[in-house]
């Protein structure tokens, strides 16, 4: 992110400061390094400012307790007493009785969240005479899952079945609050529960189906933790290597199912008004994985060099994890692709006579070769889709699996994807007449100025979030009708 976050969400004693605040519009960290939010303001006074901005919210010293025992917004990490007249120790005795009552409104958030989860758990939801009720929960402190959510919600709107996408509503709320969730799942009572990478089904009824789409190596695929798995879960894996952890935990492999990512056709679609130009694009962060695990300089100058020869192997990768004494998961997971990305855009940004455009975080900026052609952070959707539809081609740059989000979004639009192969890649790959492949930096040289041998646009008509929400559905009324 450009900016530097140093604001936090505020509890004004002069209202004034609260508005003058309020109007700069200042942002604020949340749980995601991608995702921030807007500062938030309350302020307490005998009489609420009138016209004030969403962010400045007027909360009574008398009414805190209530207000945030149920609010959805953000608390405030600090109080401010500029411009009160209060001495320190009057400050710092207000500061103690405010913090007393904060503690006792979240104890009372606890309890309401208590009380929902197991009111949620007894909801039985009827089969037979009542429509199908699907709930998908997201987080807006996601980047990919929330919109993958939002999709499979639209798909199911789509066939003409009661889906409800719950998700944050605003930049002034987190997803770390889980009350909000249990209060909407429990006026909604589901028959179908649609999550992404997380079980979730101890909080909903036996009766109700659930289905899980794991699409990141999460800790419970890998860890000492059991995995329960009732007679209505199914479980949908992006990659084999995900469907094979669940089966050494004890997951039946018949409750689980490949589904390659799919795309939007709302957002994502050929514009003819758009002039397409003979560039390349890129878009996807540079997550600095090996930046937050501390990798020496030493070891990744040995990945490097094994990316540019195109001799990255399984067995290496465990070697150098051992030698190394880092988790293998992770660094498999983690480390080795957020190299090959930046490796991979580092070649793209060292062709020459081909006009390159590389979006994304801020974090590319750290890159020198990659800085003159760094065009910012596309908001998810409409823009990311003009962007598309004005380049020849695309580049996709992950050293394990080529069903990316990006390849069907940029396939959608009509873009021919440039997409990294090596022998790390385990996936059944259906569409490679569709694509042009490359392992190398010579090989990525020659795609240019290449067509593939069929249509690119095939892949997102094969692969569809419509698809997927069919069969959810056949699977939930195949179970029904074997009882």
Known sequence: MEENYTQKDTYFFNKEIALQEANKKHRVYTNSTEIDGLQICFYTDDEP?????????????????????????????????????????????????????????????QNLENIYKEEVSKQIPNF???????????????????????????????????????????????CSDRLPLFVDLHGFNPHIFIGI?????????????????????????????????????????LFDEYTEALIKKGVDKNKIFHQPFATNPKLFNKDESIPRKDKVIFLGSDYNFDGDMGLDDELIEKINIHIENNTLSMELIKHMADDYAYDFEKFKMYII?????????????????VEVEVYGTDTWLQNPEVVPYYKGLLPYGEKMSKVYNGAKYALAAHPQYR????????????????VYDCSLVTENFYHENNVLSFSTFEELK????????????KIAEDISYKNMAKDIINKVQNHLKAK
């Open 49 to 109: 400012l009138e016209n004030a901005p969403e962010n400045c919210i007027y909360v009574p010293l008398e009414n805190v307790y209530n207000y945030f025992a149920t609010t959805k917004n953000r608390f405030p990490g600090i109080i401010n007493f500029d411009n009160t007249g209060y001495s320190l120790g009057e400050q710092t005795e207000i500061q103690s009785q405010f913090n007393a009552v904060m503690r006792a409104a979240i104890m009372e958030r």
């Open 128 to 174: 037979e005479e009542e429509e199908l009720r699907i709930f998908v929960p997201a987080c807006r402190e996601t980047t990919v899952m929330q919109y993958v959510s939002k999709n499979i919600a639209e798909a199911l709107q789509e066939l003409g079945y009661n889906a409800k996408f719950f998700i944050q509503d605003n930049e002034m709320q987190t």
């Open 197 to 237: 990478n997380h079980l979730n089904n101890d909080i909903i009824n036996e009766n109700v189906f659930s289905f899980i789409w794991f699409q990141d190596p999460m800790p419970v695929l890998y860890d000492k933790s059991s995995i329960n798995i009732r007679s209505r879960d199914y479980i949908y894996t």
């Open 337 to 353: 692709p957020s190299l090959v990305r930046r490796r991979v855009v580092i070649w793209l940004c060292s062709l020459e006579n």
């Open 403 to 418: 069903y990316q989000q990006r390849v069907i979004e940029m396939s959608a639009c009509g873009t021919i994807p440039i």
């Open 446 to 457: 020659e795609c240019i100025g290449k067509e593939p041998k069929e249509d690119a646009s």
